[in-house]
């Protein structure tokens, strides 16, 4: 007698199907068959998966607008210029700028005494950069490479008053 291709399983959700185990190999069927009856059905474990995205989702929107918020205000705060590029990208380089300046200042002057004057020297530099894809770039930097990076930046990086550059 031949072990059996086809099982019919009743999942933990108390959902039954018909399952062909025939891809297996005969000796591991009968363990398969018994793991999937502690499992959802597909159905059951896509809604309560759709159910988690949709919270994650939800969840991620608010936190970004909280983090969207912060920044806003600190780039008030801070007399920070507005920043160039698509509406998404603004947002997201607003966040950006607002983690690098605060991490670098964290690292420079708060744990590696550098003088405020000389903060403020780089803050000024960093207000020349209005270009969001920029400081999308950078939110990655180690938080004490943010002068060299500033320095590094190009025209294309820093607004100008000519229009028909």
């Known amino acids: 007698m031949a072990v059996k291709k086809v099982w019919q399983i009743t999942h933990s959700c108390g ?3 018909e399952r062909d185990l025939g891809g297996r190999p005969a000796d591991r069927r009968a363990g398969f068959a018994e793991w ?3 499992q959802e059905c597909t159905d059951c474990w896509r809604a309560a998966k759709e159910g988690d995205e949709t919270e994650k989702a939800a969840w991620l929107e608010a936190r970004r607008a909280t983090e969207q918020a912060e920044s ?3 780039s008030e705060r801070y007399r920070m210029p507005p920043l160039e590029g698509t509406e998404k990208g603004i947002a997201w380089g607003v966040r950006c700028r607002h983690q690098v300046l605060t ?3 964290t690292a420079l002057v708060l744990d590696g ?12 530099q960093a207000r020349t950069v209005t270009r969001a894809g920029w400081w999308i770039n950078q939110r990655a930097c180690e938080p004490a490479d943010l002068p060299e990076l500033l320095a590094a930046a ?3 990086d820093r607004p100008t008053e000519n229009p028909f550059v």
Do not use: F, N, R, V
């Not at 005494?113 to 000024?124: A, F, L, R, V």
């Open 113 to 124: 005494g550098m003088p405020e004057p000389e903060w403020e020297q780089i803050e000024d």
């Open 154 to 156: 190009t025209d294309a």
């Open 103 to 105: 991490a670098s200042y």
């Open 36 to 38: 999937l009856a502690k």
């Open 72 to 74: 806003d205000a600190w």
């Open 15 to 17: 959902h039954e199907a």
